[in-house]
């Protein structure tokens, strides 16, 4: 769906060019028809949506900085009259109040369109401790779309909300951001209230922001960043404490952990990206300075093998010991540590971690900010599954110290790696750099230098097409023949493999043909009005592409389709004459999605 940057989105209202009522029609058929990744605990029905429409039809899209916008809200966080389940279906109740963020996202005029899915009881970084199923990546569905935050990240990336609220602990608003192509304020703890939010570590949980831009991100945490005097951890926005004040965005020093320090995993793709994203820093003005990250890294430690899990359990000590059997296995045996520490270890454990946070703030005497990849690596769904423990706190590797040291910190896209999937990196400072820290991710972000759709959001860098050989011919398809439908099998009988998904072009509109079934879509370039269509590229075997060819019914054929990377393949046209009786659905972005809408 075009136009769901907040600048844009609004500037539609204010102009006329739609009606929020006319918007959230096509809006809301579009999320309820998005049900395989996982992203939705609740999505409100057309009764509840109208209490929030209802009030801009008296308003003024001038008068409310986010009249008409859409948002999603981790299912954590309170929303009045809706069902907060946290992730825990036994532990749901329905506050008869929103959470004080969301309040004042409303009264700016924001419509909340559902709550979204999470690690239980926000205890994870990978989205797939979640009896609501495990929440897939939005670019590829094999792999985790990070957590605990997962369903608002996802959301957001997918174009279905034009931003989304998440919590963040141990890094649950920058690793969903990082491993979905989106910018992730992790705020100075405080600064966002945390009243109507269930608690995970009560000193040291932030509500989080998720963006597709820098800006959006930028024109929330405007909104929400109210002080609330009624949440006994909130904090006012105040001048910075530590570091240089306000950081430049032109000429700034940024810290680098020390090589040796870096962790990756074994991604050599991911070290490869970073040390790009360093690059690209330096050209924006930036002086690289090697650190010692080694305090920042037991830092960290602490936060799990400390006795900080002990407020975890503490947050649900009630319920988990009357309904145990409720719990995610997993998130009940992390959570369950919680209680073996000592009133004594608690004490040991402070008096460590202030020496630590008196050592890292030595750090900012001689930098504006740091620099590190948001994660070292990114795995898939099956093999968290496999090693559910050691592979999440992996992720927690660049993240869980954060909080603990009272940072702010932006994590921003930073490229794609050779499975078309995204790497983010964090920019942090101490608290209260909030603002500069958006600043620079803006420039960072906008320098990338990757193809955009026209949210503004790269497209994934995607396995170039001209590897196949002179036996066989790349094809791309849009419909009945992708993975998974009904015709597929065309293609696996003639020992077609699947070379890549990705995109066409901005220069094609989808429509649904009459007729079927099977049910069929047209694509058709055109002149203007052009977008991005979502399709399959298939390895099809020479001698096969005749009999290939005489299946395809008028008025379908094949032709050559113009890629976003700018290649030409044959793949499936139609001829525009026919499409007169056809419906638009370019809207959905691609053949699956609009299926998906139709059958909900």
Known sequence: MDNMTIAELHSDFAEGRQSPREFYRDLMRRIRGEASRNIWIHILDDEELEEFLAPLDDASPTGLPLYGIPFALKDNIDLAGIPTTAGCPEYAYTPGESAFVVQQLIQAGA??????????????????????????????????????SSGSAVATALNLVSFSLGTDTAGSGRIPAAFNNIVGVKPTRGLL??????????????????????????????????????????RPDQPPRLGPGRIPTEEFRFG??????????GDDNAAELFRDAVARLEAMGGTRVRIDFSPFLEAAGLLYQGPWIAERFTAIREFIEEQPDALFPVTREIIERGRRPLATDAFAAEYRLQELRRETEMTWGNIDLVATPTAGTIHTIDAVNNDPIALNNQLGHYTNFMNLLDLSAVAVPAGFNGHGLPFGCTLFAPAFHDEDLLAIADRFHRQGGLPLTTTGQPLPEQPSVATTNAHSVPIAV????????????????????????????????????????????????????????????????????????????????????RLADGQFVTGFICETADLERARDITDFGDWRSFLNAERA
């Not at 109507?196 to 000193?203: Q, Y």
């Not at 998904?501 to 009005?529: D, S």
């Not at 977008?531 to 299946?551: K, M, R």
Request: hydrophobic share 40%.
């Open 478 to 561: 849009c419909g009945a023949h992708m993975e998974g439908l009904p015709l597929n099998h065309q293609l696996q009988e003639r020992g077609a493999r699947l070379v890549n998904r990705t995109y066409t072009a901005p220069e094609y509109r989808l429509y649904a043909l009459p007729g079927g079934p099977p049910e069929r879509p047209g694509l058709a370039r055109v002149k203007a009005r052009g977008e991005h269509i979502g399709v399959e590229v298939w390895d099809v075997p020479t001698q096969h592409v005749g009999s290939f060819l005489a299946n395809i019914p008028s008025p379908l054929g094949l032709g050559k389709v």
């Open 256 to 265: 680098v952990p020390a090589d040796e320090q870096l962790e990756f995993f």
């Open 111 to 148: 419509v909340p369109v559902g709550k979204t899915n999470l690690d239980q009881f926000a205890t994870g970084l990978v989205g797939t401790r979640s009896p609501f199923g495990a929440c897939a990546n939005a670019f590829d569905d094999r792999f985790i779309a990070g957590g605990s």
């Open 193 to 234: 209230s945390n009243r109507g939010v269930v608690p995970a570590c009560k000193t040291l949980d932030c509500v989080c922001i998720f963006a597709a831009t820098a800006t959006d991100a930028h024109t929330v945490l405007n909104v929400v960043s109210t002080f609330d005097d009624a949440d006994p951890y909130a």
